[in-house]
């Protein structure tokens, strides 16, 4: 069965590229740039990766991204990403990134961008991984901040296919950015938000009904709300929902308290997804592993799962296609 996981076609809708930088890049980007980490090892660090809930996880997760400095340690990080998604037969990703970690560093738009978008057109040209930049608003900042960062990224829109929302929840509620995912959508991006991670199903709802979002990060927490479970299936709006993520972040005591399966079952159109990989100890194919082992995903249950990941991706109507055929291919041949 982990063979099957890891050779099944996969797209992946949630990834922060950030939350992909491991501790051997991240040391080795340290020492690139002359920069001391407050860690004597590699060892040390990831035992400092035992995180109480989301907030205690970002603190880490915004003092790692600091060694990245140069286009070519965004391209090195994207590119360790993308080597991942080949080897785990994932064939269309739609990372996130921060641009407000950064620039708020003093590291300029521009350096960020043109390193993701230069791995992301070699893993389109050397592997044929599909991809859409989504770029995360960090909501615990002014939304006046996020529009400043939706106007650099205006000279870059054709390497964007949407926005997101992430960092802390709880006290962020989506309506502070209203305005800002409205001004977005007007500039033809797509939207998706982090919503009903650690915060209310409420959250799931404004989501969807302030911001317009087309998909929703997390929404775990809508099993909070059987009137929310049943739109969110009537009207087919995709979670994508992040297992290891949940259980590292105690949003789950352990794996067997996850309800992905519970919610695909009751017909919500749920994905698997890794978030922030290097931090929560394991990419895709350990996030369907996990569900095997201690949930006991069936082999229908994973390819339901891998179909919703293309059919509610954002690729175009022809790409969906071949990424779907490419799907039912495979599970014909085994
Ligand atoms: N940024 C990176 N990972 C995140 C998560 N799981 N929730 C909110 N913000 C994040
Ligand atoms: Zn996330």
């Known amino acids: 069965m982990d063979q099957f ?41 990831r035992q400092a ?34 080597e ?66 939706l106007q650099q990224a205006e000279p870059y829109l054709d390497q964007i296919i949407g926005i997101g929302l992430d960092s802390s929840e709880q006290g962020n509620p989506p309506a502070k950015f209203e305005r800002v995912f409205a001004k977005a959508r007007d500039m033809g991006l797509l939207a998706v938000a982090h919503a009903g991670e650690e915060g209310p199903a409420q959250n799931v709802i404004d989501a969807l009904d302030i911001l317009k979002v087309d ?12 009137e929310l479970i049943k739109r969110l299936a009537a009207e087919k709006i995709a979670l994508t929902v992040c297992p290891l993520s949940n259980t590292r972040l105690k949003v789950f005591d352990d794996m067997s308290q996850h309800n992905i399966l519970q919610m695909l079952e009751q017909g919500v159109k749920v994905t698997v997804n890794s ?14 592993i996990a569900l095997e082992k ?16 293309f059919e509610y991706s954002f690729a175009k109507k022809e790409r969906k296609a071949e990424l779907l055929a490419e799907l039912d291919r495979h599970c014909v041949a085994r």
């Not at 791995?119 to 529009?147: N, P, Q, T, V």
């Not at 201690?294 to 990941?309: K, P, V, Y």
């Open 5 to 45: 996981l890891n050779d099944l076609p996969k797209a992946e809708l949630h990834l922060h590229l950030e939350g992909s930088l491991e501790p051997e890049l991240m040391f080795a980007l340290a020492e690139r740039n002359s920069i001391v980490l407050p860690y004597s090892s590699v060892e040390q660090l």
């Open 84 to 149: 991942r998604c080949k080897t785990e037969n994932v064939i269309h990703t739609e990372p996130f990134f921060d641009p407000q970690t950064h620039t708020d560093r003093g590291i300029p738009f521009a350096t960020v961008i043109k390193g993701i978008s230069r791995a992301l057109r070699d893993a389109e040209s050397k592997y044929g991984i599909s991809s859409g930049l989504i770029m995360c608003f960090l909501r615990h900042l002014s939304e006046e901040a996020a529009f400043d960062t």
């Open 275 to 288: 978030d922030d990989p290097a931090y929560f100890g394991g990419y895709l194919t350990e996030n369907f």
């Open 215 to 226: 998909r929703i990060d997390h929404g775990v927490r809508a099993i909070d709300d059987p």
């Open 49 to 82: 990766y035992d995180f109480a809930n989301l907030q205690a996880f970002l603190d880490l997760y915004y003092q790692g991204a600091a060694v990245l400095q140069t286009e070519q340690d965004f391209y090195d990080l994207t590119w360790a990403y993308i």
């Open 294 to 309: 201690e949930l006991g995903m069936t082999r229908a249950q994973a390819i339901e799962l891998a179909r919703n990941s």
